[in-house]
């Protein structure tokens, strides 16, 4: 899921009903920046807007100050509004470490500091890092995705023998020489009959009738 910004609370409900209900992990990635902590924060807590009505477990892949220094990543300036008191009081409610408040009360650095391949890269280690992995389900669902998945190939190479057939059934089908005579016929009978669903009997006319 993706938000511009703080979730809005279909974005909560969501995950609600998603990570709490399924005890499903909820993973994270931000800015590191004010808004970044917010959106964490607005994850893990009630708010006026929204109550939790279960205990998600939430897991914070940064941007941190521990992701920015490691990669030397530059910074930018800061466009918080608001005193330095109420933006350290922010950042405090919302997790951001000592040393983290005091970086951001005049600097931020934007995931978007990564080029593509390496935010790719950063991100498999964080995922990686916190045990994250490939699902592989119990083995009623793969059994059940395995006939299904048989089934289908099946039915595939059906098809493609049948569209070969009919590549045939097209090179060796012979073109009635009153086919335009037939066609003028179905068309007075029916005006409003277009001049193809008139072949499209009369093909299949001739395929019943083994000709």
Known sequence: MSTKGVSNIA?????????GGFDLPLLTLHDFDKAGFTILGTLQRATRRYSFRHRLNVIDLGLRLSDVEELGLDAESAFDQGSEFS?????????????EIEFLLDQRVELNALP??????????????????????????????????????CVERKVEDLI????????????????????????????????????????????????
């Open 11 to 19: 974005a909560r409900n969501l995950v609600d009903q998603l990570c």
């Open 87 to 99: 933006i350290r009081s922010n950042l405090r409610k919302n997790g951001a470490k000592p040393e």
């Open 116 to 153: 593509s391949d390496q935010l790719i890269e950063w991100v498999e280690c964080k995922l990686k890092d916190n045990g994250i992995g490939k699902v592989v389900p119990d083995k009623d669902v793969l059994s059940d995705a395995y006939q299904r998945i048989r089934a289908a190939i």
């Open 164 to 211: 070969e057939e009919a590549k045939n059934e097209i090179d060796e089908a012979v073109v009635p020489e009153d086919l335009e005579q037939r066609v003028r016929h179905a068309l007075d009978d029916d005006p409003t009959l277009p001049w193809d669903k008139a072949i499209d009997s009369i093909a299949g006319d001739d395929v019943e009738d083994g000709e």
